[in-house]
Every structure is written in structure tokens, then in C-alpha cells.
T-cell receptor, first 115, second 112 residues
Framework: DAGVIQSPRHEVTEMGQEVTLRCKPISGHNSLFWYRQTMMRGLELLIYFNNNVPIDDSGMPEDRFSAKMPNASFSTLKIQPSEPRDSAVYFC?????????????FGPGTRLTVL | DAKTTQPTSMDCAEGRAANLPCNHSTISGNEYVYWYRQIHSQGPQYIIHGLKNNETNEMASLIITEDRKSSTLILPHATLRDTAVYYCIVRVAEFGSYQLTFGKGTKLSVIP
């Protein structure tokens, strides 16, 4: 299996621009998670989907952030407009289901720099 | 989920066993102990998890004390590629419990 795939791996943009991060979960996995990692705050859960439906978006920092999962094999995280404080590494993870012991498998991350 | 306490950093000689401790004194009966690691510039990687029995897989062994208040992750023969931040996470084993709360972890440096 190819594992969780994220693109792009690196993104540099200017403040005010729209940024779209992409994720392809492991085939057969029904749950998908978006995380953000910074030096100050560590790894934080932003939103998660189960069967393509957003279940908990309480970690999304503000309305500038939105996430979609149009089908079981693709999800996007969009920031519009982007700000310098959004600079971070964004990880996508997937898991087979929501059983208490289902393991989350992480992608390689997208390093976002907003100038 | 119960809180965990780990040393900030540890060193280990290459080829020797790396023993990473974790304290989770407030763990509940329905909570599992999970270990992940994060190698620099990569996503977190699942290592192993357990409830109350010791567990072993191709990557590591997990030793959980009888009272379940602490555990130790053992990398039997550490290599330079094992240099990473290791996270001990306690997680409720119930359907719908998806939260993985990552703390600061232990930075393990494997030294040649």
C-alpha cells in the first residue's frame, strides 16, 4: 500500500492568497483526519471525517479554514485568505474506522510557509 | 484521556537497547497505551499499543506495569534511523474515540 499521500509537500505563498492542501487516504480507510503542527502548539487535530462526512471540526482555527471530502479517496484543506500565522506543517491521517483501537496512519505532511 | 509524562530527551548508543519510559498514573481501565514516533520532517509513525499485557512487534516491545501506571517502550537494537521524538499517548478504547493527544514526547538521540 502506498500509505497516505499528501500534496504538495512544500508550499510557499504570500499573505492573502488561497492555499489548498490535498490528501489521499489509504484505500479502504473510512476515517480521515487533518492535523497541524507548530513548534509552539505541537500537533493539533483540526477536523476529522467519517465516511466522507465531517464529524468534528472544533479544532478548525477560524472561518478562513475549510475542509472537504468529496469522496472516499480525496480530501482538501483550504485556507482563504492565508496569513503568516498559518505557517505550519499540515498532516493528514487515515484510519480504518472508529473502533477504539483503530490505528491512525499519517502522511508525510505539507510544509506551508505564508510570507 | 489520561495525561502522560515522558523525559524530554534521552541518548542511546547505537546497537544497544533503548528504553523509553512513560508515566500515566491516572490511566483508566478502558484506556490503551499507544506509542508513536516522529522522525525529523516526517509524519508521526505508529509503533505499538497495548492495554495491560506486554506486547511485541517487529519494531518494538511495550512493557506495561501491573498497575498500568507506567510503561516502557523498548527498541531492542537501536540504529541511527531510530533517532526521533517518541510520543506516549493514552487513548480510550471505545467506538468513536478518535482523539490522539500528542504531548511533547521524548527526543531520542542514537549515538554512533
Amino acid at each position: 500500500d502506498a500509505g497516505v499521500i499528501q500534496s504538495p509537500r512544500h508550499e510557499v505563498t504570500e499573505m492573502g492568497q488561497e492555499v489548498t492542501l490535498r490528501c489521499k487516504p489509504i484505500s479502504g480507510h473510512n476515517s480521515l483526519f487533518w492535523y497541524r503542527q507548530t513548534m509552539m502548539r505541537g500537533l493539533e487535530l483540526l477536523i476529522y471525517f467519517n465516511n466522507n462526512v465531517p464529524i468534528d471540526d472544533s479544532g478548525m482555527p477560524e472561518d478562513r479554514f475549510s475542509a472537504k471530502m468529496p469522496n472516499a479517496s480525496f480530501s482538501t484543506l483550504k485556507i482563504q485568505p492565508s496569513e503568516p500565522r498559518d505557517s505550519a506543517v499540515y498532516f493528514c491521517a487515515s484510519t480504518r474506522g472508529l473502533a477504539g483501537t483503530d490505528t491512525q496512519y499519517f502522511g508525510p505532511g505539507t510544509r506551508l510557509t505564508v510570507l | 484521556d489520561a495525561k502522560t509524562t515522558q523525559p524530554t530527551s534521552m541518548d542511546c548508543a547505537e546497537g544497544r537497547a533503548a528504553n523509553l519510559p512513560c508515566n500515566h498514573s491516572t490511566i483508566s481501565g478502558n484506556e490503551y497505551v499507544y506509542w508513536y514516533r516522529q522522525i525529523h520532517s516526517q509524519g508521526p509513525q505508529y509503533i505499538i499499543h497495548g492495554l495491560k499485557n506486554n506486547e511485541t512487534n517487529e519494531m518494538a516491545s511495550l512493557i506495561i506495569t501491573e498497575d498500568r501506571k507506567s510503561s516502557t517502550l523498548i527498541l531492542p537494537h537501536a540504529t541511527l534511523r531510530d533517532t526521533a521524538v517518541y510520543y506516549c499517548i493514552v487513548r480510550v478504547a471505545e467506538f468513536g474515540s478518535y482523539q490522539l493527544t500528542f504531548g511533547k514526547g521524548t527526543k531520542l538521540s542514537v549515538i554512533p
